[in-house]
């Protein structure tokens, strides 16, 4: 993986012919290839997203020793993956630029497929993961419950009910968990499972915050 990070703010002549732009791209992405028609020679999985240099080189230096052409293509058909990024750069160690271009453009989160569109290339091909630079944690977390005791014919629960909350948040992390019992009940921290011994129908209800706040929505177990 090559993931170039650099802080300078040139980057190439684009960035000098605006040089009253002062926000050029401060993230370079590199591919490479070379005479294989089954894979990129280097390739970056993850980046951040905002501006963003991208360099694709097919040149001697990368390990091309037959001319061979490549493409860096992000896929824009998919709708599983992120379509706003339209790239598509083909290079060949002898092109006008010794095989190795760039361009600029702006990531946005989710994920790219690229590809190699050469006939036969097809096997080129690869996903970039873009992530939220600041690591704004804007989802809830996920919360789920479950009952589990001794039931008897009828399904019903007997002696006792154990009911387990679990709630993970893949932003900030989980800060806390509350628990209720009965539709009025006060919400309590959420520490261990949550033991029901009082026959009749029950209903707990749960709910989670993270870190950042974002709460999860209330949820509930008969
Ligand atoms: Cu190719």
Redesign the pocket.
């Known amino acids: 993986m090559v993931l170039g990070l650099t802080s300078t703010v040139a980057y190439g002549r684009a960035a000098e012919r605006e040089a009253d732009v002062p926000t050029a791209a401060a993230q370079v992405l590199t591919w490479t290839?070379g005479d294989?028609?089954d894979r990129?020679a280097s390739f970056p999985t993850t980046a951040v997203a905002g501006p963003t240099t991208i360099v694709f080189e097919?040149s001697t230096a990368t390990g091309n020793t037959t001319g061979?052409?490549?493409?860096l293509t992000f896929d824009v058909s998919d709708p599983e993956y992120n379509h706003d990024v339209p790239l598509n750069i083909l290079a060949n160690p002898n092109d006008d630029q010794g095989g190795k271009h760039s361009v600029e453009v702006t990531l946005t989160p989710g994920r790219y497929r690229f590809h190699?569109?050469?006939p036969?290339?097809g096997q080129?091909q690869g996903i970039l993961t873009v992530t939220d630079p600041g690591g704004e944690d804007t989802t809830a977390p996920e919360t789920s419950a479950k009952v589990e005791g001794e039931k008897n014919a009828d399904g019903a629960f007997i002696g006792h009910a154990t009911v387990t909350v679990s709630a993970t948040d893949a932003g900030t992390g989980v800060d806390k968990v509350e628990y209720a019992v009965g539709a009025d009940g006060p919400w309590q921290p959420y520490t261990a499972p949550v033991m029901v011994h009082e026959t009749g129908t029950h209903k707990i209800r749960y709910r989670a915050t993270d870190k950042a706040g974002n709460a999860a929505a209330e949820k509930a177990v008969d």
């Open positions: 290839a294989a028609i990129y097919n061979m052409p490549h493409t190699c569109t050469i036969g290339h080129m």
